[in-house]
């Protein structure tokens, strides 16, 4: 069993940045995939960016190439997302995940067992 809480979410203004934590406690984070997902209100849960438990394998939408950085501490179970040039579109509520699940370019939020609460991300214009 792992339980995950997020931190880090705020208002800031386009352009700018924050960094996204996922604290992990319980037994075998090391072992799982870390998951960010993202919901904005009326609009489905997406997937943000995965990282395997090794870190060799990563996936990151296109959304967010080039700007948001996932990545994890496995000695302090912390799991992270750096979120940079910010966009009024990247206003949402983030979530992080872990689970036994492979990374691939089809990276969903299905399967994933264990989840945070959610931390919401204001980006304004």
């Known amino acids: 069993q792992v339980q995950l809480a997020e931190s880090g979410g705020g208002l800031v203004q386009a352009g700018g940045s924050l960094r996204l934590s996922c604290a992990a406690s319980?037994?075998?984070?090391?072992?799982?995939?870390l998951g960010w997902f993202r919901q904005a209100p009326g609009k489905e849960r997406e997937t943000v960016a995965g990282l395997s438990w090794n870190g060799g394998d990563v996936y990151y939408a296109d959304s967010v190439k080039g700007r948001f950085n996932i990545f994890r501490d496995d000695a302090t179970n912390t799991g992270f997302l750096q979120m940079n040039s910010l966009k009024p579109e990247d206003t949402a509520v983030y979530y992080c995940?872990?689970?036994?699940?492979?990374?691939?370019?089809?990276?969903?939020?299905?399967?994933?067992?264990?989840w945070g609460q959610g931390t919401t991300v204001t980006v304004s214009s």
């Open positions: 995940a872990a689970g036994p699940i492979p990374i691939t370019n089809e990276l969903g939020p299905g399967g994933f067992p264990y």
């Open positions: 319980g037994h075998y984070f090391s072992a799982y995939a």
